[in-house]
């Protein structure tokens, strides 16, 4: 599985306001250059925090695009893919709708009425087991390397992760991350609880090493273009 984590972040390195509100980073070059991203995946990651703020749809805007991949025997749109460990998407999100294929990938604390809803709405619910222990009683995160093999195992090979923060960190955590892609906005947000590019818990001995292999002036910023290297 190649994967490849794409996202727009300020110079100060958030993704939105301090209040989780969709935010105009980039502008129209570099949502068409996110839009041929989409076009060369199988599908297309976002965290469930990125569907509750933002209710994303995920699919591509150009339709010579779509047709491209339909006359390579794909389909139309890639799929889209919720990383959930309760259930929390919404049953009437716009990434449930009939164009495109939607897992749901939930770890085993989902409900089962919860899941038949789900799968009721759209969604191809897919429980990923392992991760950390649940003795505390705390709902686990989905384990991240699972579920990308649990995708592997229904045909994806290229995945775009798109964020936010959280999802992104947990992905370099993995060690499953093969290129980045940031788009730098000439803006400043600030907020120190702005989401930035990765949250998580952080690093703190071993960090994710980059290989900048391009730049490209796009709108007002910049697209700065990593390979990621073993660390
Ligand atoms: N500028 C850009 O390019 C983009 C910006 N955004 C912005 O980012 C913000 C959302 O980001 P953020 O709040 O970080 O949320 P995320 O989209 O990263 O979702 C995080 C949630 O996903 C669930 N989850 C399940 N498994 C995992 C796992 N293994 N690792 C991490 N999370 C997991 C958790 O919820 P649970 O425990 O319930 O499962 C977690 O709280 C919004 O403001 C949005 O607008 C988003 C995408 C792109
Ligand atoms: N690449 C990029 N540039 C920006 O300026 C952005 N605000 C975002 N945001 C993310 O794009 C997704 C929206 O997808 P749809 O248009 O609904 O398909 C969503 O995940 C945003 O957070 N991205």
New binding site residues.
Partial sequence: MHVVV????SVDGK???RR????R?SGPEDFDRVDRVRAAADAVL??????L??D?HLTLDEEDRRVERLRNGRPGNPARVV????G?TPTDARILDDAATTYL?V?PATPQERREALDAAGAEVVVVEG?ADESDGE?D????AA?IDALAERGIDRLMV?????????CFE?GVVDELHA?VGSMVIGGRDA?TLA??EGFTESFPRLDLVDTERLDDGIVLSYEVGDG
């Fill in positions: 794409n996202a727009a972040q993704l939105a306001t989780r509100e969709q935010l980073i976002v965290g469930v925090g990125t569907v703020a933002d994303p990383v959930d460990s309760t929390r990938l770890s991760g709902a995160h989905v384990d991240l579920g798109e964020g936010g923060g959280e999802v992104i960190y947990s993995a788009y989401p949250d998580g």
